[in-house]
């Protein structure tokens, strides 16, 4: 597939180092030289040094016959006239935008974006992406990582082993027939620093980070099972009022049950606004690192706290500072892949990488074949993939014990009709299936082989 990819900075890197590593045709496209000559030595990709809007750079770039075009700049409107002129002169057949600005999300404009207006096939909000990945991480307190798969019928959630588990040094053989019943499986084990797709015979070890993919229903039993007891949350505190922490809290007013959130932003005038667009929510306008402003917004009786603000570094002191004053649960916004490390250190209970969540859905639709969702882990290490089975996939109509996959490569569950099943090794795999594959980054297109790409990739 030829791909362009308009924008090179993190978000638009790492879709363009995913993409060239599947033996796509990708060219990167920047104003930007050093960022240009940076990828086209260190990716498989191409480079055009210009405004990714002007016709005659994306006519270098191969428009005329690119099949998609990603437009990932910082500015929403670029983004928006890139798209209209891949439309309008080059007929590029999809079209992604990334766009910031909630005026241009409002439901009530979606018309804006049909073919006749501004032609623009997926419209991605990095700021709602990461709100709702922060919600996901509120709704399981212990897991440093989660994501919803099967329209909600199954999780993916990470988790840092310590000596409180019970099931520690315990061949995972034996927790299947321990646990014959529990919808969950071990999909993938992160072990110093090595991420890896565990076997039957593999135990798990203290330090041992793990992701388990399981069906929503049994989430409760699974926490209790790796020694995480669950408790609601039902007093939070927001750090940063602006479009995460913003979305964030109106997500909170807009859920039913006692959730009471503050928030504090450090900008008055932002802080006036967020004021003005929540009802039940206190604002508090202040440094959110500041002991006395912690105090004043109760941080020791929360339950958990949320640093969103557009700066690693302020969420990471942020986070701490809370979880010095009392708050059990610290979750902290972090962009740079390279300060996740710090977390298990400072005491943070859990990260979100807004690139990563980004990346994710960007992603989702770029996939071949019937491909419903995929959420990045890590780094880009591994993909958890959700799939509908095709009549051609060789996966159609066999067991899965006789499904050879790859070695980093693990189903995590089977959705058929409304009911999520296990994937035992007798369970049969038929078409209009959908089902949840995990794999290592080098081992995805081995496993979109198996899920038989089309041509007619939509």
């Given amino acids: 597939m030829k791909i362009i990819i308009c924008g090179i900075g993190q978000v638009g890197w790492q879709i363009a180092r995913q993409l060239s590593g599947e033996r796509n045709d990708v060219t990167v496209v920047d104003m930007t030289a050093d960022l240009v000559r940076r990828a086209t030595e260190t990716l498989d990709v191409q480079g055009v040094i210009g405004f990714a809007s002007y016709p005659d750079v994306l006519e270098?770039?191969?428009?005329?016959?690119?099949?998609m075009i990603v437009a990932a700049t910082r500015s929403d409107e670029v983004?928006?006239?890139?798209?209209?002129?891949?439309?309008?002169?080059?007929?590029?057949?999809?079209?992604?935008?990334?766009?910031?600005?909630?005026?241009?999300?409002d439901a009530i404009y979606a018309d804006l974006y049909r073919t006749g207006h501004m032609p623009i096939d997926v419209v991605i909000s990095p700021e709602k992406e990461v709100a709702e990945a922060a919600l996901q991480r509120?709704?399981?307190?212990?897991?440093?990582?989660?994501?919803?798969?099967?329209?909600?019928?199954?999780?993916?959630?990470?988790?840092?082993?310590?000596?409180?588990?019970?099931?520690?040094?315990?061949?995972?053989?034996?927790?299947?027939?321990?646990?014959?019943?529990?919808?969950?499986?071990?999909?993938?084990?992160?072990?110093d620093g090595k991420l890896f797709v565990p076997d039957a015979d593999a135990q798990l070890l203290?330090?041992?980070?793990?992701?388990?993919?399981t069906h929503s229903d049994d989430v409760s039993r699974m926490m209790e099972i790796f020694g995480k007891a669950r408790h609601a949350q039902e007093r939070v505190v927001i750090i940063g009022g602006g479009a995460v922490g913003l979305t964030v809290a109106k997500a909170l007013e807009r859920q039913t049950g006692r959730i009471r959130a503050k928030l504090i932003e450090r900008d008055r005038g932002r802080a006036e606004a967020a004021a003005d667009a929540l009802d039940r929510t206190i604002v508090l306008n202040g440094d959110g690192m500041d002991g006395a402003l912690l105090e004043e917004a109760d941080i020791r009786n929360a339950d958990a706290v949320l640093a969103l603000t557009d700066d690693d570094k302020t969420n990471l002191l942020a986070a701490v500072r809370a979880k010095e004053a009392g708050c059990p649960l610290s979750i902290a916004l972090v962009n740079d892949a390279s300060l996740v490390a710090l977390m298990g250190p400072l005491g943070i209970d859990a990260h979100i990488n807004p690139r990563a969540t980004t990346v994710s859905s960007i992603l989702r639709?770029?996939?071949?074949?019937?491909?419903?969702?995929?959420?990045?882990?890590?780094?880009?290490?591994?993909?958890?993939?959700?799939?509908?089975v095709l009549s051609t996939s060789s996966l159609s109509g066999r067991l899965i014990r006789d499904i050879e996959f790859p070695r980093n490569v693990l189903v995590g569950g089977v959705l058929k009709g409304d009911r999520m099943m296990k994937p035992v090794p007798d369970l049969r795999v038929e078409e209009g299936d959908i089902i949840a594959i995990?794999?290592?980054?080098a081992d995805v297109p081995e496993v979109e082989r198996l899920l038989q790409v089309s041509i007619d990739f939509f």
């Fill in 60 to 67: 270098r770039a191969g428009a005329k016959d690119a099949d």
């Fill in 79 to 105: 983004n928006m006239v890139i798209c209209q002129v891949a439309h309008s002169i080059f007929e590029v057949p999809r079209k992604v935008a990334r766009l910031r600005a909630q005026s241009y999300l």
């Fill in 138 to 191: 509120l709704a399981a307190p212990h897991a440093f990582d989660t994501e919803s798969f099967m329209d909600g019928r199954a999780q993916l959630l990470g988790l840092a082993l310590d000596e409180n588990c019970p099931v520690l040094n315990t061949p995972l053989r034996q927790l299947s027939e321990l646990f014959s019943t529990l919808r969950a499986t071990v999909v993938g084990v992160r072990r």
């Fill in 206 to 213: 203290l330090d041992d980070s793990v992701y388990l993919f």
């Fill in 365 to 388: 639709y770029i996939r071949h074949g019937r491909v419903r969702q995929i959420y990045a882990i890590g780094d880009s290490e591994a993909e958890m993939i959700e799939a509908q």
């Fill in 438 to 441: 995990f794999a290592t980054t």
